[in-house]
């Protein structure tokens, strides 16, 4: 028996076969982060911008920032998930390495990819509000649209993950 620091191997797994799993947590954490802070500094500036003009929407303008936040959590708990395999567990296979490097970049990217959409709405979005009030609730509905783009990437990744 290995104390605690080694990794056993599966008998029949290479013994880099960690390495992709491990992969596959960092592009889950650090894609979603990327992200998170590409949609919260984007949307900083255009709440930025529009609080010159109007200091009263700021409260209201944050939630893009919010929404932007959520996805880095996205990647936490997928990555989460899958660390808890990969630390000491004697049946990690290469097939499961490999699962686990799909999950993490499928969130991962998606993450990226709803990020940057987060961004971009909400800089427009709060912009806008700024001239039109009544602009609020259809800026709200393309950010819950660009966040379910993550939240397909985070089911997806949970089901590889688990299987």
Known sequence: ???????????????????????????AMSFCALGAAYGTAKSGTGIS??????????????????MAGIIAIYGLVVSVVMIQSISGDATYTLYKSFLHLGAGLCVGLSGLAAGFAIGIVG????????????????????????????????????ILSVK
């Open 123 to 158: 800089d427009a979005g709060v912009r806008g509000i700024a001239q039109q009030p009544r602009l609020f609730v259809g800026m709200i509905l393309i950010l819950i649209f660009a966040e379910v783009l993550g939240l397909y990437g985070l089911i997806v990744a949970l």
């Open 1 to 27: 028996m290995a104390d605690s620091n080694s990794f056993e191997y599966h008998p029949d797994a290479p013994p880099y076969t960690p390495f992709f799993g491990i992969i596959g947590v960092t592009a």
């Open 49 to 66: 911008a529009m609080a010159v003009m109007r200091p009263e929407l700021i409260m209201k303008s944050v939630i893009p920032v919010v």
